[in-house]
């Protein structure tokens, strides 16, 4: 069972900055793509940015480019890893709830990433980000 942990959602005013936090354990996760995706109400699930596990460069959506930074940490255990979203420059339209997913790294981050639902086989609860002043 794998299980995924989520932190650092909150409320910061436009300009502002915020880092999210995934903490994933359970198996290997040495072949695992781990990525951020985000939900604004009535919109789609769409994803902000994956990164794998084979040191290729990381996706980022067009609308986050530049302003927010994905990375991977990789504890000695296999089964247990971190990654994280430096989230700069924030937007009133980058608010929505942020979920941290899982999935097996079979093709392109990229692909995985643009395409989330049959791709990535765990979710975690979701971190709600509210930008507003």
């Known amino acids: 069972q794998l299980h995924i942990v989520e932190s650092g959602g909150g409320l910061v005013q436009p300009g502002g900055s915020l880092r999210l936090s995934c903490e994933a354990s359970?198996?290997?996760?040495?072949?695992?793509?781990i990525g951020w995706f985000r939900q604004a109400p009535g919109g789609e699930r769409e994803g902000v940015s994956c990164?794998?596990?084979?040191?290729?460069?990381?996706?980022?959506?067009?609308s986050v480019k530049g302003r927010f930074t994905i990375s991977r940490d990789k504890s000695r255990d296999s089964a247990k890893t971190t990654v994280y979203l430096q989230m700069n420059s924030l937007n009133p339209e980058d608010t929505a709830v942020y979920y941290c997913a899982v999935g097996a790294e079979f093709t392109t981050v990229q692909a995985l990433c643009v395409n989330p639902m049959p791709n990535m086989d765990y979710w975690g609860q979701g971190s709600p980000v509210t930008v507003s002043t």
């Open positions: 990164i794998g596990s084979k040191g290729g460069p990381p996706y980022y959506a067009d």
């Open positions: 359970g198996f290997n996760l040495d072949d695992a793509v």
